[in-house]
């Protein structure tokens, strides 16, 4: 159940980091890689809008996502070791 549990984490991670990477690079104009780009907006938007609110901008660049992550991480750690624990 943790590997489960890690697994759906690290899911949603990569989907921020290619969000990420599309903010660097521009809006795809690939049909398909478009399609990525939406599903990971979309996938991600309603979480790093919460932090969104709270952080500030640092001039052009976006640290809510770095916040993000690091409390997915947090969040995952606190919920692996209560079922491994069980």
Do not use: C
Not at 24 to 38: D, R, V
Request: glycine residues 4%.
């Amino acid at each position: 159940m943790a590997n489960f549990i890690h697994y759906v984490f690290l899911i949603f991670i990569v989907l921020i980091f290619i969000r990420i990477l599309f903010s660097w690079i521009g809006l795809p104009s690939q049909k398909a890689l478009y399609t990525i780009f939406k599903f990971s907006y979309d996938a991600t938007e309603w979480y790093l809008g919460i932090f969104r609110r709270f952080i500030p901008l640092a001039g052009p660049i976006d640290l809510s996502p770095m916040v993000a992550i690091i409390v997915l991480y947090i969040i995952e750690e606190i919920i692996t070791s209560v079922i491994i624990n069980m």
